[in-house]
């Protein structure tokens, strides 16, 4: 699928010239493409944020999108590393899940491994397959490539389930499923599981009713809202939640909703 637009997301950082020189590969072979920086400051190796960071971020981009996820902890070793597109969006990504929960957003109609070596660099390090594989076949897919030349047809491909919080009665069991650069603990819960009377409890933290804005109440006082993901998070006003309750991912998240 041909596409002026390639979105980055990893866990590289901005201090290594990681980033910069994946991007020289794509414009190298590529030099009229636009090139969207989702972020590089994923949790290292944290496929999950990656996961999550990657689902919410793909509504917004320009049909057509060529999406590059490298977040990649066994790089080197025998994982694959695959191409998928769904109605609107295609991705590049290792084979280890990261793609996994695109398919809340939209369904992954087509898979494939990416197997050609004549697309790659001539010397490929074992430890930067982003730069050295991702890129150039990236670049290649973005002008034009055909699918059947991408590689074979993967229908085992890894699968990160999505975490489905748990209703019994009116309680829901959900989790943290990240924490973002302020501190905001981001849940797996929609308002589908919540109302405005909700209580919560995170962390031994209890939480009562949810606020609109972060600007809802006093300076360095708690609160649950729906933040801009469509996600349950907790915060602080001007404050960092995860750092004040020692909130991680994974966390427990317990609701019992209150009848309106």
């Not at 390090?125 to 076949?137: E, K, L, N, W």
């Not at 989790?175 to 650069?181: F, G, K, L, S, Y």
């Not at 009377?197 to 962390?203: A, D, M, Y």
């Amino acid at each position: 699928m041909k596409t002026k637009f390639i979105a980055l997301l990893s866990d590289f950082g901005i201090h290594d010239p990681f980033v910069g020189t994946m991007k020289g590969v794509i414009l190298s072979k590529a030099p009229a493409l636009t090139i969207i920086d989702i972020t590089h400051h994923i949790p290292p190796q944290d496929i999950q944020a990656a996961a999550f960071y990657l689902m919410t971020a793909v509504p917004y981009m320009p049909k057509g999108t060529l999406f590059i996820a490298v977040v990649d902890p066994t790089v080197g070793t025998g994982r694959g590393i695959l191409w998928a597109k769904t109605a609107n969006y295609q991705f590049i990504a290792p084979d280890n899940g990261i793609i996994g929960w695109v398919e809340e957003r939209e369904k992954i109609e087509e898979a494939r491994f990416i197997n050609k070596s004549d697309l790659f660099l001539p010397h490929i390090s074992s430890t930067f397959h982003g730069r050295d594989i991702m890129a150039p076949v990236a670049a290649a897919v973005a002008r034009g490539l055909p699918e059947k030349n991408i590689g074979p047809l993967l229908k085992d491909y890894r699968r990160l389930p999505f975490p489905r919080p748990a209703k019994t009665g009116n309680r829901v069991a959900g989790r943290i499923i990240t924490v973002d650069h302020f501190g905001n603990a981001i849940t797996n819960l929609t308002r589908h599981y919540i109302n405005a009377r909700s209580i919560f409890t995170v962390s031994d933290r209890v939480i009562k009713g949810i606020k609109f804005t972060y600007a809802s109440v006093a300076e360095g006082e708690a609160m649950a809202l729906i933040g801009s993901f469509g996600f349950l998070e907790f915060s602080i006003r001007n404050g960092n939640f995860a750092g004040v309750f020692g909130v991680k991912a994974g966390d427990e998240v317990e609701v019992i909703t209150s009848l309106e």
